[in-house]
């Protein structure tokens, strides 16, 4: 059974940083490609980070260039997204997610709350 579980999320003051985990069983992590999307309530779920597990390219939405970091820890099975300069709109539900051709997965999602 895959599972994907996320951790990390939080109440952190904007220009406050953040780190999210993923941490992935069940599957060949290695063959994935890895990603981060998240959620506002009404609205639908977008994205925002991905990590290719052919060639290691990474691609962000353009709302998060130069402050979010997605990496991978292979040994650990685990993706990261490091979250710098938070800002308001930032807040979200973040969920992960694991694709490659024929299937894909997603976690249950990590609240991510900014205060002004």
């Known amino acids: 059974q895959v599972q994907l579980v996320e951790s990390g999320g939080g109440l952190v003051q904007a220009g406050g940083s953040l780190r999210l985990s993923c941490t992935a069983s069940?599957?060949?992590?290695?063959?994935?490609?890895m990603a981060w999307f998240r959620q506002a309530p009404g609205k639908e779920r977008e994205f925002v980070a991905s990590h290719v597990h052919k060639d290691g390219n990474t691609y962000y939405a353009d709302s998060v260039k130069g402050r979010f970091t997605i990496s991978r820890d292979i040994a650990k099975n685990t993706v990261y997204l490091q979250m710098n300069n938070l800002k308001l709109e930032d807040a979200d539900v973040y969920y992960c997610?694991?694709?490659?051709?024929?299937?894909?997965?997603w976690g249950q999602g990590t609240q991510v709350a900014v205060s002004s």
């Open positions: 997610n694991a694709i490659r051709t024929y299937d894909e997965y």
């Open positions: 069940g599957l060949t992590f290695n063959q994935y490609t």
